[in-house]
C-alpha cells in the first residue's frame, strides 16, 4: 500500500492540467481580453474599451438580440420535448418488453452521428416531403425552427434515454411493489415514486440538453444556414459569421462569444441549482 499517495498527486494532474490550459484558459483568457479591443490579427489590436459590447447590442445589423431570443425559445421546447420524450421511453424500455437492447441501440444510434451530416441529412428529407406542396424548408423561418427542433430531439433522446433507464433501473423493486400493494396506479407510481427517484438523472439530462441546445452550430449551419435572411440565425452561428464573416467586427464577434459564454454559465448554474434543491426535496 501507498503511504502517501499525495505525493504522485502532480503526475497524473499536470498532464491534464497543461492540455486544458493550452486548449482552454490560455485561448479563454485572451479571448476576453480581445473583446476590449479593435482588431483585425491579434497584433495590431487597438483598445476601445466597451464599444465592442455596445456594438454588438446596439447595431441593428448586429443581430445578436434576434439570435439570442431565437435560440432562448429553441432551447426551451428542445429541453422539454426531449426529456419528456425519452423519459417515456425509458419507461416503456424498463417495462421488460421484447426486444429492448434492440431499441436501446436504434434510439441510440443518431447520437453517434456528425451535426454536420445530421443537417443536411434531414435537409434532403425535409425538403422532399415540403417539394410536394411546392416549398422548401426556407420559405418559412418556422420550418426551419421546427426542423432544428425535430433534429434535436431526433439525436438526443436516445442519450437522454439511457440515463433515465440507468435511473430508473437503480429503484428498488420492493418500493414499486409496495406502491403496487397500497393500490397505487401506474400514474401515481410514476409521478410520486419515479419521477422523484430519479431527480439525478433529471439533473444530469436538463443539464446536457440545455447546454447542447443553446450551443448549437453545426445542425443550424447545415439544416438552415441561419435563413431566410437570418431568422433561423441561432447564436453560435451568429458570432461565427461577425467574427468571420464581417470586416472590421472582429472584437465585436469576441465580444458576442463572451456573452455568450456568461449567458450559458448563469442559465446552466440557475438549472442546476433548481434541479439539485428538487433532489434534495425527494
Known amino acids: 500500500m501507498i503511504k502517501n499517495p499525495l ?5 497524473f494532474v499536470l498532464p491534464a ?3 486544458f490550459s493550452i486548449a482552454f484558459l490560455i485561448p479563454f483568457i485572451m479571448g476576453l481580453g480581445l473583446s476590449f479591443f479593435d482588431f483585425t490579427i491579434v497584433t495590431d489590436a487597438r483598445f476601445n474599451g466597451l464599444d465592442n459590447y455596445i456594438r454588438a447590442f ?10 439570442l431570443g431565437f435560440t432562448t425559445l429553441f432551447t426551451v421546447v428542445s429541453v422539454v420535448s426531449v426529456n419528456i420524450l425519452a423519459f417515456i421511453f425509458a419507461l416503456l424500455l424498463t417495462k421488460g418488453l421484447k426486444g429492448t437492447n434492440f431499441f436501446k441501440a436504434v434510439f441510440f444510434t443518431p447520437n453517434l452521428i456528425g451535426g454536420i451530416v445530421l443537417g443536411y441529412v434531414w435537409q434532403t428529407i425535409i425538403n422532399g416531403v415540403l417539394a410536394h406542396f411546392n416549398m422548401t424548408i426556407l ?7 421546427w426542423g432544428l427542433v425535430l433534429i434535436t430531439n431526433w439525436q438526443l433522446i436516445g442519450y437522454t434515454m439511457v440515463i433515465y433507464i440507468a435511473g430508473i433501473q437503480n429503484i428498488s423493486v420492493d418500493v414499486l411493489e409496495a406502491a403496487k400493494i397500497d393500490g397505487a396506479g401506474n400514474g401515481r407510481i410514476t409521478l410520486n415514486i419515479i419521477i ?7 439533473t444530469i439530462c436538463s443539464f446536457l440538453t440545455l447546454t447542447n441546445s443553446f450551443k448549437m452550430f453545426d445542425q443550424n449551419l447545415a439544416l438552415t444556414s441561419g435563413g431566410p435572411a437570418n431568422q433561423t440565425e441561432m447564436l453560435a452561428l ?3 459569421r461577425t467574427f468571420y464573416g464581417r470586416n472590421g467586427w472582429s472584437g465585436a464577434g469576441q465580444a458576442k ?11 446552466a448554474l440557475i438549472q442546476l441549482r433548481i434541479t439539485r434543491n428538487k433532489e434534495a426535496s425527494s
Open 58 to 67: 446596439q447595431d441593428p445589423s448586429s443581430n445578436f438580440l434576434y439570435s
Open 7 to 11: 505525493k504522485y498527486f502532480p503526475i
Open 238 to 240: 451568429n458570432i461565427y
Open 257 to 267: 462569444a463572451v456573452v455568450f459564454f456568461v449567458i450559458v454559465g448563469i442559465i
Open 139 to 145: 420559405m418559412n423561418p418556422s420550418y426551419g425552427f
Open 17 to 19: 492540467l497543461v492540455m
Open 196 to 202: 422523484p427517484l430519479v431527480m439525478q438523472s433529471v
